[in-house]
């Protein structure tokens, strides 16, 4: 069902409909899945630049920074970084050729990720999450959305784009039904969050009961755009959100792994970017 594409030395694309399957491969490619095709990929791009995979901007060895210790969420080059281009490669691979009557819904509204969606679909619209009143006025107009009740109608979207959120939801099944009710049939979710690539049941971080957080672990928080302090994770998504997203609404699910020279792709531990890829 899931192929895989070799382009030539350089590309490594390969889609995981369940954990089995993931852990056959990455046995059988031990050469490849790992800590020194990650290092790879940068040393080619110190030497050789990289394409940015929806404009195919090039950029110069001179404009990337890779930290040494996450491949995963650096190699910044205009703004993006290694996990934003798997996604922005991955919705060019699911949407196929480009147009501009293309309507995304992404959950960020102004990070550089959002601004390239914008400048490149004139029929995106990003949105951030607040309560705060007065965070909500600050950010106004920018549109301020639950991805668990979304305020759009059925069916409208062609793709929705979701980087680093799932795991800060509460509901994550609210988030997945939401996303399947917004998008068009044949529509995608395309995105990437934390993945416990060897787990099969999420990792459950804390619940939202009757208003109040239950933690059942130590509280792990992580960054975000507005410099709130931080977004609690609730959930860390393994090989069972598959499952979830299809009892969802989706027809196909499955994790996207990439590794990329030519677009500067790469992460710490497994050497590539797990892309969450989910089909109506």
């Known amino acids: 069902m899931f192929a895989t594409h070799y382009l030539g030395a350089d590309f490594i694309e390969r889609d995981f409909g369940d954990m089995p399957s993931w852990m056959e491969w990455r046995e059988a490619n031990a050469a490849i899945v790992g800590d020194p095709s990650a290092q790879n990929v940068v040393a080619h791009t110190r030497q050789h630049g990289l394409w940015e995979p929806i404009t195919r901007r090039f950029f110069p060895a001179d ?13 910044l080059a205009g703004g993006i970084n290694s996990r934003n281009r798997a996604v922005l490669f991955a919705l060019h691979r699911c949407l196929g050729e480009y147009s501009p009557k293309s309507k995304i819904y992404g959950t960020e509204a102004i990070t550089p990720m959002a601004a390239l969606l914008r400048g490149n679909f004139p029929r995106f619209i990003g949105s951030e999450y607040a309560t705060s009143p ?4 600050d950010l106004f107009p920018i549109p301020v ?3 668990t009740r979304l305020s759009f109608p059925d069916g409208v979207f062609d793709a929705v784009v979701t980087t680093e959120v799932l ?18 049939p044949g529509g995608w979710h395309i995105g990437t969050c934390p993945f416990a ?10 619940r939202l009961q009757d ?3 239950i933690h059942l672990t130590e509280p792990e928080y992580h960054g975000d755009p507005m410099g709130t302090g931080g977004s609690l994770v609730f959930e860390i998504p ?7 997203a299809r009892a969802a609404g989706f027809e196909q699910a499955y994790w996207k792994f990439l590794i990329s ?3 500067g792709i790469a992460a710490e531990i497994t050497g590539g970017v797990f892309v969450l890829c989910l089909q109506k």
């Open 145 to 147: 959305e639950d991805l």
């Open 63 to 75: 404009q990337i920074a890779w930290d040494p210790d996450s491949q995963r969420e650096s190699g």
């Open 197 to 206: 690539f060897v787990d099969e049941k999420s990792i459950v971080k804390a």
């Open 167 to 184: 795991e800060h939801v509460p509901d994550l099944d609210a988030a997945l039904s939401e996303m399947a009710r917004v998008l068009k």
């Open 261 to 263: 020279r030519t677009f």
């Open 134 to 137: 007065d965070v909500i006025a």
């Open 238 to 244: 393994g090989w069972d959100i598959l499952a979830r």
């Open 211 to 213: 208003g109040e957080i």
